[in-house]
């Protein structure tokens, strides 16, 4: 069974991966994000958010940017919310 003490461990340790990304562009965009929801996000969300930590900075740039559209298997909600936060 997952506690709240284990949910609150992931959702610091998704914030820190968000803020050392590698590039600081990712790390900002990123980061500030979890900031703004990770506190609020459910189980559900998290894997989603945590799916997309998996992909690569020039990715996810390209997605955050509108240069390249995502692939419709990291399309997610939260995905949909990251976006959005950016225009």
């Known amino acids: 069974m997952v506690t709240l003490e284990d ?4 959702r610091k340790r998704l ?3 968000s803020w050392h990304r ?3 562009e990712m790390d900002l965009i990123l980061g500030r994000f979890a900031d703004k929801h990770i ?3 459910s189980e559900s969300e998290l894997d989603q958010y945590e799916t997309i930590l998996t992909c690569s900075d ?3 740039y390209g997605w955050v940017t509108g240069r390249e559209a995502p692939p419709a298997n990291i399309r997610t909600p ?3 919310r ?3 936060d950016q225009h």
């Open 15 to 17: 914030i820190y991966r």
């Open 39 to 41: 506190g609020a996000f």
């Open 82 to 84: 990251l976006l959005a």
């Open 22 to 24: 590698g590039t600081r």
């Open 78 to 80: 939260v995905l949909e």
């Open 7 to 10: 949910i609150d461990k992931r």
């Open 58 to 60: 020039p990715d996810l």
